[in-house]
C-alpha cells in the first residue's frame, strides 16, 4: 500500500519531524514557524532561505524566478537530498504554495522546474493558492499566469485552491469556538490572505 506520512521518526536527534522542506525568500514567516511550538518538527538544515536579507521577491515572479532561485539552487538541492536521503522508497514530492505573489508564483515555478529537472522519475504534485477576486496585489494576476504556464509545464497534477475560501474557512472555525478566539481571528486571515512562501514534501511508499 502507498502511505503519504507526513512525519517521520529519524534519529534520537530528530525524533518526530515533518517530512518537508521550507523555502521562503522572508525571513519573518520562516523566522516565527521556527520559534514557535512547532519549531522541533522541522529540521533546520531543511529551510531554504533568501541570499540577498530576506527582502523578499517584491511581488515580481521574474524577480523570484529569475534573481533569487538561481542563488538558491544549490542550498535547495542539497535540502532535498537530505530529505530524500532519509525515505525508503520515494515516490512523488508535493509542492504547497501559493501564485498570488512574487515568492510562491516565481520561487515556486523554480523549485518545481528544479524537482522535474533533478527527479524525472518522481511524480509532482502542486497545491497552488490562488488570489481571490479582491487581491490588492497589482501584480498577482500577471503571477498567477506566468505560475500556471510552469505549472502545466512541470507539475504531473495541480490542485488549485481559492484563498478566499481559505479565509472564510479560518473566519467560521473562529466564530464557532467562540469570542475567545476573535483576537486571533484577524491575524490568522492575515497570515492566509499574504501567504507567499514554499514548502515541498515528499511522499514514500513504505
Not at 538541492?77 to 505573489?101: K, R, V, Y
Not at 487581491?135 to 497534477?157: G, I, K, M
Not at 499574504?194 to 511522499?203: I, K, P, R
Request: hydrophobic content about 40%; some cysteine; overall charge negative.
Amino acid at each position: 500500500a502507498v502511505q503519504t506520512s507526513t512525519t517521520t521518526k529519524e534519529s534520537e536527534e530528530w525524533p518526530t519531524i515533518a517530512r518537508a522542506v521550507l523555502v521562503d525568500l522572508e525571513d519573518g514567516v520562516l523566522t516565527s514557524l521556527l520559534t514557535s511550538p512547532l519549531a522541533s518538527l522541522f529540521r533546520t538544515d531543511r529551510v531554504v532561505r533568501s541570499r540577498s536579507g530576506g527582502g523578499g521577491a517584491g511581488n515580481n515572479w521574474a524577480r523570484a524566478f529569475a534573481e533569487a532561485a538561481p542563488a538558491c539552487s544549490e542550498a535547495l538541492a542539497d535540502a532535498l537530498s537530505n530529505a530524500l536521503e532519509a525515505c525508503d522508497a520515494p515516490q512523488a514530492f508535493l509542492l504547497m504554495h501559493s501564485i498570488g505573489g512574487g515568492t510562491g508564483s516565481g520561487f515556486g515555478s523554480a523549485v518545481l522546474a528544479q524537482l522535474h529537472d533533478s527527479y524525472p522519475e518522481l511524480y509532482r504534485f502542486a497545491i497552488s493558492v490562488v488570489p481571490s477576486e479582491d487581491d490588492d496585489v497589482v501584480t498577482s494576476p500577471y503571477n498567477s499566469v506566468l505560475a500556471f504556464h510552469q505549472l502545466r509545464e512541470h507539475a504531473d497534477c495541480v490542485f488549485p485552491l481559492d484563498n478566499q475560501s481559505l479565509i472564510d474557512i479560518v473566519n467560521r472555525i473562529a466564530a464557532a469556538a467562540g469570542p475567545s478566539s476573535a483576537s486571533s481571528s484577524a491575524a490568522q486571515t492575515s497570515s492566509a490572505a499574504t501567504l507567499e512562501g514554499s514548502a515541498v514534501s515528499d511522499t514514500q511508499r513504505i
